[in-house]
T-cell receptor
Framework: DGGITQSPKYLFRKEGQNVTLSCEQNLNHDAMYWYRQDPGQGLRLIYYSQIVNDFQKGDIAEGYSVSREKKESFPLTVTSAQKNPTAFYLC?????????????FGPGTRLTVL | RKEVEQDPGPFNVPEGATVAFNCTYSNSASQSFFWYRQDCRKEPKLLMSVYSSGNEDGRFTAQLNRASQYISLLIRDSKLSDSATYLCVVDKGGYNKLIFGAGTRLAVHP
């Protein structure tokens, strides 16, 4: 059945390590997004991509990197340059044409830096 | 000023009550408006889109006032299962990006 998957569900990282969060969708959506959510706060946009091999920085891109080699996949790497990476990371996808621009979310990855 | 502002709550209401949430947005160029629901430690899920004429889906009614840049969500006959955080979401006017409010928490008690 169609949807968005993220893995792993929980991730623990030591300071100074890079980690990569996976996001896959089989909804045939053109656009994919990465958000970060901290307790009591709204979602903040990290990176987004509207087409394969192209992506743009969101509001809080520093310390993160992405790639979009396939339409279905949009992995996020949290680098050691990210000062406070402990958060709930959410991936979303959406259509760009033929409807509204609502977004649909994966189940998220909780990253904890030890 | 935040781009999307919501009362954080919590709203504590008994089952069967009617509750209303309000939201204001700052970008007059915004064209798309949504309410999402987020359960504790889960991902947001689309509850309903909000149209200029207002729209209803069962117990839920959403309204938009473009002149005042104001969106509302009314929940009638609250159920225990309605307990969640409700996120007001607005597009960034001409961009395929959404701006999420911090959410309003609802707790429905027996």
């Amino acid at each position: 059945d169609g949807g968005i998957t993220q893995s792993p569900k929980y991730l623990f990282r030591k300071e100074g390590q890079n980690v990569t969060l996976s996001c896959e969708q089989n909804l045939n959506h053109d656009a994919m997004y990465w958000y970060r959510q901290d307790p009591g706060q709204g979602l903040r946009l990290i990176y987004y991509s509207q087409i394969v091999n192209d992506f743009q920085k969101g509001d809080i891109a520093e310390g993160y990197s992405v790639s979009r080699e396939k339409k279905e996949s949009f992995p996020l790497t949290v680098t050691s340059a990210q000062k406070n990476p402990t958060a709930f990371y959410l991936c979303a996808s959406g259509r760009l044409a033929g409807g509204g621009n609502e977004q649909f979310f994966g189940p998220g990855t909780r990253l904890t830096v030890l | 000023r935040k781009e999307v502002e919501q009362d954080p709550g919590p709203f504590n209401v008994p089952e069967g009550a009617t509750v209303a949430f309000n939201c204001t947005y700052s970008n007059s160029a915004s064209q798309s408006f949504f309410w999402y629901r987020q359960d504790c430690r889960k991902e947001p899920k689309l509850l309903m889109s909000v149209y200029s004429s207002g729209n209803e889906d069962g117990r839920f009614t959403a309204q938009l006032n473009r002149a005042s840049q104001y969106i509302s969500l009314l929940i009638r006959d609250s159920k225990l299962s309605d307990s969640a955080t409700y996120l007001c979401v607005v597009d960034k006017g001409g961009y395929n990006k959404l701006i999420f409010g911090a959410g309003t928490r609802l707790a429905v008690h027996p």
